[in-house]
């Protein structure tokens, strides 16, 4: 009997944010590379955020890929981190170009 494999895409809500996610921290690095780093740091700390209250509000099922450990230790790792890269970029003073 052959099994089926699923396509390319999420099998849950949660797979689905993952990859949103994903992507804003893809756009966040470039932002940085193209040297608009603050605003790159933010794209990244929202896109942790927007993760964080996922994860919070989606079952353990529903969670898919945000899954890694208990729900409040994953929430608290991506609060932190989104939080920690938001500060970063509005404390960090600006520094003299070459």
């Known amino acids: 009997m052959r099994q089926e494999r699923p396509g390319g895409h999420p099998q849950t809500l949660g797979g689905a944010i993952y990859l949103g ?52 230790s994953d929430v608290l790792m991506l609060v932190v981190a989104g939080v920690g890269l938001l500060v970063l970029a509005v404390v960090v003073p600006n520094q003299p170009g070459p």
């Open 21 to 72: 996610v994903l992507g804003a921290a893809a756009f966040g690095l470039f932002l940085v590379l193209v040297g608009a780093w603050r605003t790159g740091l933010s794209w990244i700390g929202v896109g942790l955020l927007v993760a964080a209250a996922a994860r919070l509000v989606l079952t353990e099922r529903g969670a898919g890929m945000l899954r890694v450990r208990r729900r409040w």
